[in-house]
């Protein structure tokens, strides 16, 4: 159990900085974001975290990135969950929440 | 080029009838097609296809089918792409599209 906590701590350590929480801000904003992660070279994965309505603009983001400025780059993995969120009266609801997995292709054939 | 093409179609024959496409509506509404679907009973996998803003409800109604109305499913895949799509005054632009495929888990542990 102890060593499990450890493994996830050490994981979100070494994800953090190659994470880009995506909002209602327009799709490119994001793809600049995952255009510099990569070029700065010290990842060759990039996560694209979205909740509610800014998941298709997540999407957007990625599709652009992967298709016109990354192109050695290639969605390794998509998950999608749920989470409780508490909004500003207390309340609490269910929201989608979605990561998508970017990464450098590890070889041209 | 042809092989493509001829694939691409056996594809869509062959998943037609368990594809649910995801418009603009509330969440619900899809999930009621897809407890349907699987109820049905003639398929173990249902999939939600959407493209640009319909994506977070497609993602919506996929967490709400899975947690609470068809607990034995799981989300089997996911794939995203850019469609290009034609608007009514003749332009051409691209949108995100979404395929999220949900099954029947084989086998509880």
Known sequence: MAEKTTEKETVKRKTEENVI???SKPPMSYVLAVVTEFNKGSSD???LKARGRSISIAVDAAE???NRFVKNSEVRDIKIDTENVTSNDGKKHNVSSIEIYLSIKKENK
């Open 21 to 23: 929480f995506v909002g």
């Open 64 to 66: 652009i990135a992967r």
């Open 45 to 47: 994965e990039v996560v």
